[in-house]
């Protein structure tokens, strides 16, 4: 069985640019939550969705969107880019629907920031 | 919302137990106490998770107090592959829309040869 796939799994972009990350849920999972790792704040909430709905949403500028398609495919957008975006990006999805439920993490998606 | 306390760093020599202490005194009673883990250049990795009573798995054990308000994961024999950072965190099955899951910082655990 696959585990969660991400992509790309490094890219750099400069100030301003926009930057849309990709992720694959394990076959059968239909919630995904996406999170940033920096060294200084360790790993942060950005949001959570399920069947296409964004059901959490952490503490980050309007800059910072997602979306889920139908075969709970999700992807996230960062526009302009600033310096401090620079982070690890990492996906997860869950099989349940409630909160419980046990997290499998992708590898993540490095992202620079020039 | 729900926040969890745990130590900066650990130390433990290989073989030996290492119990990683995690604080959750504003936990509400519907809160599920969840462990991960995540070793160098990987995403996290689920260990294991509670409500109130201990709980055994082939990786770890994890204690509750009785009022909630801690627990403490139990690696049995501590092995060079443990060396990870360590999460505790609160997940509720009832949380509405709004609920905003905090991981914070860990503990990053090292394990000596």
């Known amino acids: 069985k696959a585990g969660v796939t991400q992509t790309p799994r490094y890219l750099i972009k400069t100030r301003g640019q926009q930057v849309t990350l990709s992720c694959s849920p394990i076959s059968g999972h239909r919630s995904v939550s996406w999170y940033q790792q920096t060294p200084g704040q360790g790993l942060q909430f950005l949001f959570e969705y399920f069947s296409e709905t964004q059901r959490n949403k952490g503490n980050f500028p309007g800059r910072f969107s997602g979306r889920q398609f139908s075969n709970s495919r999700s992807e996230m957008n960062v526009s302009t880019l600033e310096l401090g975006d620079s982070a690890l990006y990492l996906c997860?999805?869950?099989?349940?629907?409630?909160?419980?439920?046990?997290?499998?993490f992708g590898e993540g998606s490095r992202l620079t920031v020039l | 919302d729900a926040k969890t306390t745990q130590p900066n760093s650990m130390e433990s020599n290989e073989e030996e137990p290492v119990h990683l202490p995690c604080n959750h005194s504003?936990?509400?009673?519907?809160?599920?106490i969840h462990w991960y883990r995540q070793l160098p250049s990987q995403g996290p990795e689920y260990v294991i998770h509670g409500l109130t009573s201990n709980v055994n798995n082939r990786m770890a054990s994890l204690a509750i107090a009785e009022d909630r308000k801690s627990s403490t994961l139990i690696l049995h024999r501590a092995t060079l592959r443990d060396a990870a950072v360590y999460y505790c965190?609160?997940?509720?099955?009832?949380?509405?829309?709004?609920?905003?899951?905090?991981w914070g910082l860990g503990t990053s655990l090292a394990v000596n040869p």
């Open positions: 504003t936990i509400s009673g519907t809160d599920y």
């Open positions: 997860a999805s869950s099989l349940e629907q409630t909160n419980t439920g046990e997290l499998f």
């Open positions: 965190i609160l997940r509720d099955p009832h949380a509405g829309n709004n609920r905003k899951l905090i």
